[in-house]
């Protein structure tokens, strides 16, 4: 019982016990059919307040009136109704100016993305159909229309058809059959009979024809390098193609469309509807119930009172206490005490944050002692060359030293030297910032290796190594060549530095499932166990002297690390000492 979860719960399940016998006794009168009469009420109110207030957001372009429509809606449905930007600035409210808005959004009037849950025959697409935009006839376009649509309308009756005429939101009159949508059997009339006259109310108007060539541009631009399949949306806003296209192709084609579509549709829509926003609903007015005598409310409250208070005392007596250590230990850590530690005797969650507590303090004094320690190397491995091209320089200026090719060489050394340790400063910034950019492009490992080997040989020969490749297949893989060959040479470097005379350095490459290895593998020295979670890190040396033999700028993996790491990959590395080192780069084939 010494978990804090464990702890919590009980105390919240005995408070819980006590309240619900109260509330059970106190509640003894009502019955669960009132409750579920309620709760439909509520949810018809609830769709009908946000069908109407997404009526005049389909029909208006922004909120500005909808204060009128908010009282009466309010009013109606004895409901507090007030709506917000998604930004949270108040649009409208039934309410007295300042009262809190209710606790949680009801929903989120959008005519352009409706909520489902409210509005269950919603279309696939989710815009109200009452959005219309640029789509909406004038009058005298309905009145023309409706008529043409009357006629035809008897036109189909005579022929034995049932028919009904509805106007949809844009004003267009429809003529469609009855009976399920089946038309009935047309009775015999003459042969010389015209067919009834269609086009007139069925061709697009000006104004259609208008929003129409609008919405199809929408379309063609998002279907721009999508899909070449010719076509155009029509007044049902489906796709009328202008060619055949083979039947396995026809799935992913038509999903795209039609994604294309309904973005475009909602592009168009948009100047003519009011933007999103939620729909706060207050909780209907309680209904007049049985009257519980005010005694028994007041001693049942008191007695809940009481066990919340006991406990919640009793349960936190025993928290405060490891918290307030934590926090000592926090304060003493934010005014620089680097050993700050918290001790804690119990187990469970307060424990395991006191022990992460104890590690963060101690990574944080691992980092520390590492930023000094990287600022007194970078600045010992700045002083070397700059005093060394101070000297020289100052002494030519006084005519000590001759400005000789040999003098030439080496003061163009020292600035190398420099130009190195400053491009692996700005490397690891860069990584640090997250801009090191990568070229990708496709990379033969084998070929790779072998450029890298032909470049170290040299010196490998001159400290009497022996270097070689050992490549498995053909490995390729994605990657950025620069930068890789910059990590395996920092790799191969690093060998170097710590392989005696008569060692051997073997660069490897080989496929393993999706992903590649680069090893390199030398006959060093070797890495101690306690060493090589650090050997990555930034400025470390196993050598701390000042005076050490191998040299380096302490940065070479460290960069390592940020390159593969960059490149989605891991870089690890393995040790014997005296007998064998291996560090293993694994990058996937394909980013």
Known sequence: ???????????????????????????????????QREQGQTLASDTQINNSLLGYASRHPDWS???????????????????????????????????????????VVDPLAVDVTLVPGAAEDRIDPRAVGPFLLPDRDRVRLGKAAEAYAVCMRRTGQAVRTTVSHTGRPFVTTTGEGVPQEPSPV???????????????TRTEKSALKQLNLLVGRCLKGKSAERGSVGLDFTWVSKERRPASSAAEPGQTISSCIVTARKEQLDPYV???AYLYIGS???????????????????LVLVLTVGVSVMAARR????????????????????????QVRTTGEISELATAFNEMSEHLQRMEEQRKAMVSDVSHELRTPLSNLRGWLEAAQDGVAELDPALIASLVEELLLLQHIVDDLQDLALADAGKLRLHLEPVHLGDLLDQ???????????????????????????????????????LVTNSLRYTRAGGHITLGARHDGDHVIIEVTDTGIGIRAEHLPHVFDRFWRAEKSRNRRTGGSGLGLAIVRDLAEAHGGTATATSTPDVRTTFTLRLPARP
């Open 65 to 107: 009136g909808v204060a009128a429509t908010v009282r009466d809606l309010a009013a109606a449905n004895s409901r507090r109704i007030a709506l917000t930007t998604e930004k949270g600035a108040l649009i409208a409210d039934s309410a007295a100016a300042g009262t809190p808005l209710p606790a949680r959004v009801s929903a």
């Open 452 to 490: 890298v080997a032909t470049a170290h040989r040299g010196r490998a020969e001159a400290a009497g190594l022996t270097l070689t490749t050992a490549i498995a297949g053909a490995p390729t893989l994605t990657a950025d060549p620069v930068r890789l060959r910059q990590a395996v040479g920092n």
């Open 190 to 204: 003459p042969a010389v009979t015209a067919p009834c006259d269609a086009v007139t109310f069925s061709t697009p």
């Open 284 to 302: 209907p007015a309680e209904a007049t119930g049985p009257r519980i005598p005010l005694p028994s409310i007041a001693g049942a409250a008191l």
């Open 319 to 342: 928290l405060v206490g490891p918290v307030n250590a934590l926090t000592h230990a926090a304060r003493r850590m934010r005014d620089g005490d680097s050993s700050a530690r918290v």
């Open 274 to 276: 009011a933007p999103a």
């Open 1 to 35: 019982m010494r978990s804090l979860f464990v702890r919590l719960l009980t105390s919240s399940a005995v408070v819980a016990v006590c309240s619900i016998t109260a509330t059970a006794w106190l509640a003894a009168n009502s019955t669960s059919g009132a409750i």
